[in-house]
């Protein structure tokens, strides 16, 4: 079994050593360590992976103990996580299929350590690919008056199926501050531009009438406050006078089904931390 | 003798085929032609090469014939231009030497077909570098006070050496509207962050506080409106949280050298066009 | 109807304005115009798509036409396409899913104007892709001693199915001489690495042991000589030395997907042409 | 005083608890660690830097601790450096102007924490830059039958000057054995390719030949075997068939100065580690 420990508190000196004469005295090899300070902050971030013996059995008890001997001492916030069962992803659609083949193809290739339980949305429109890949598909439709009731069927349906965490896959919607405060830093998003140029609607658009040479797009954590999350990902791709905003409507596909899987496989491998509306991405 | 004509006119039937056949019937053989339609605009684009033999001498006849029997009916505007003499390249530099290190460096090496008559600055620092080049360095300091009188010192200089276009390679100073008019679309800056992300003042520090994990450079003409002009070349590079302002300082500097240099080279050959705030850069 | 022609004959002077000349004699109106010289081999190359107007309709006398009073004055190469029908693309696989998903999902998205009458693999492995998209599966295993035969059959598919070109998506066989010759640069492979870097098995393996810092992927036109074709199109990625064989092949499997369906979409656009072994892509 | 240590050793258990729990016990602070385990070779390579409380003073006892207690015990290579003296860099140039100048300028700019006590060439054309740049420049011509004297010259001045390590700025070159082995992985150099693809002499023109897509260089450690040694750094950029072998030379330009200026600087901060003629660049 694998354990992956993940860590944030005030920076001072000695947090390894303590931290790793911790997990050695505790059965624990460490086979992967990465950390962060972030200066301006004064925040230290670690991300260690460890493998226990064999013999090891009692993982409670290793919790408590470093949340007694680590974690209140150096006021820690931290999280430890096991492989030993797959993280539950909903996927949020709307009429757009590019991201969600991606992401059902890597998935069916065994590239994303994950259940997919569901895919939501509030069109019909992909539900037959939802169905080439034997998924379940819930169509809540909703207009603006019953958006909240809408929104109690789609956290009725995440509660149910114990979604660990939500990917906007092209969604389109707006997702309420709510259902935000139920999965904080846990609902991924796409935007299709180089955040921050180009933020709101229509980005691609702006994007062509600004004359730019380059496009992108980004993959971030969904705040209250639209598109400016913290950023998990970016890429971008070159276009020029030639392209017309359809081209790079086309381009710009390539990019966010690449950047979400990017983000997606990150989040899974639990490898982001957030702080500050920002991201450490451990490599 | 090598002669660019440049070309541009509201779209429609015929004109490509009208021009090539006058071109041909005056003795001029196209080596290059590049042509864009703006269709959202409806605006066609023109850039031709031409040789003509070595017998053809009159090319202000050839000019007025252009003129006549094809401007004027296409409503083109346009432009020709012969590669006997170089063009004559201003310098406006502040106290960052990377840019005109690089410059300088290119302009040694024979890669920038222009002249440098001078290097001008309202700061002392880089003078060594002008020395170091054999490049004449005007020092012109000014405050909130003076600042008009010192842009006439400055017209007059670009006056005097009959400057064809201005580079501000890290000038960081705003150019005045009055400049700008007497210089128009033959202003190049280069801006430190990827446009119109990060406007203004300070954009790493800017970029560091969103999270970015991309960080970039734009060249674009100068405008009245800030950082808001005609872009012609941009590139980017990645970053990490690891990264400080310092590092994308750094690093932004490599970046803003290339694609300064790229530009300006686009300048120089006419390979750019401007129409709508945006570009048409041939290749 | 939207007509492309496609020229490459001995440079000379005059070749742009007679071709022009003679579109727009013949009610012909070019809508897009580019044209390539490769110097060292003094070879002219061209792209046009024409308009005709509404009332042409004999475009065999214009063919015949262009070969009397260009081509063969020229001495030009040239081809004709309009765009009223779909070319025929069949699918060549193997085990690996990603570049088929990925074709797939763009056919079924309407991006890739073609059809696809069938999916052809020695293995059985992905016929269930193929029933999820509705394809045609034929199923031709061979081994060493029925190579002959299995080849004969898919050249029998091939004609019965009136195929326009062929896309090795990971076909990891070899192509015979034989077949190449009945599609001369009309099949299109992906090779997993940069090439001319890598070529032949396992490139990712090769690429770990050299330890670069960049990998790659080529989608190249298929030739006699293994992995020597000429390069359509090339993009690469960034590793480091914390990256395994397995994450050089899973990093790599985005870059192959995007590649190859950048080189199909080229092909499809007939904006590829081949000289020399190599390739002049229009823009 | 800031202090690096660099370790590599085979893989077991506890090393980085041990030597964390050691550095900790000796009063110093880990301000950095990253770690990398090859897990083909098993072997474990750490960098660490750390500073030491105000009153530590006894370096020298450190080291033979971490010799007895540590080094001795896991079998370590390792090596630890102080950033109180500025590494001596040598540079060696040729005709090539485009790296000399970006190293210098960089070097004016206080980019490099480097002191660079002369340059050597077998050419007198860049002695203009040294003098712009008052470095001391030494011309030791040779041809095939005075190159060993050359070279006992050349080891004269390393010695002399106490140089750490050398970069080939476009020395173009070939270095002796006897040369390579009195600076092991300490001579840096700059190829024109995308290494593995046209190692050897004119790179730009196999790439051309070849019809590639994209272009690149290679930073890398001189090694016996021509433009095989451990790869420190990458890039590319994007060619098309409209670019000559002179644009490729002048594009690589670009790439080569930006490359090679990594690499250097990634051998100053002692990020690299070599192992199985690769690299591990720690962050």
């Not at 114990?162 to 935000?180: K, W």
């Not at 913290?230 to 070159?238: A, C, G, K, L």
Request: glycine share 4%; aromatic share 10%.
């Amino acid at each position: 079994m694998k354990t992956t420990i993940l860590v944030h508190c005030p920076d001072q000196g000695g947090i390894i050593s303590s931290v790793t004469a911790f997990i050695h005295k505790n059965k624990g090899n460490i086979v992967y360590l990465d950390q962060h300070v972030d200066k301006p902050a004064n925040v230290f971030f670690m991300r260690m992976v460890i493998e226990f013996s064999d013999t090891f059995s009692d993982l409670e008890s290793f919790k408590s103990l470093f949340q007694k001997e680590l974690a209140s001492i150096y006021k820690m916030e931290w999280s430890l996580h096991t492989d030993d069962k797959l993280p539950k992803m909903a996927l949020f659609v709307s009429k757009y299929n590019h991201c969600l083949y991606d992401l059902l193809s890597r998935y069916n290739s065994g590239e994303l350590a994950v259940k997919i339980p569901f895919i939501l949305s509030n069109h019909i429109d992909l539900k037959h690919i939802a169905d080439q890949f034997e998924i379940p598909f819930f169509h809540i439709p909703f207009n603006k008056t019953n958006k909240i009731e809408a929104e109690k069927e789609q956290l009725k349906l995440l509660n149910t199926y114990e979604i660990d965490f939500i990917v906007l896959a092209r969604y389109m919607q707006i997702v309420s501050g709510n259902l935000i405060s139920k999965f904080p830093n846990k609902i991924l998003n796409i935007h299709h531009s180089f955040l921050p140029a180009f933020a709101g609607a229509k980005p691609y658009h702006a994007a062509f009438k600004r004359g730019v040479k380059i496009i992108g797009a980004t993959c971030h954590y969904v705040t209250e406050e639209l598109d400016a999350g913290p950023i998990i990902e970016q890429d971008v791709t070159t276009v020029t006078h030639s392209h017309s905003i359809e081209d790079f409507i086309t381009k710009g596909r390539d990019l966010e089904k690449i950047v979400l899987s990017r983000g997606v496989k990150l989040h899974i491998a639990r490898k982001t931390m957030v702080y500050n509306n920002k991201t450490v991405i451990f490599s």
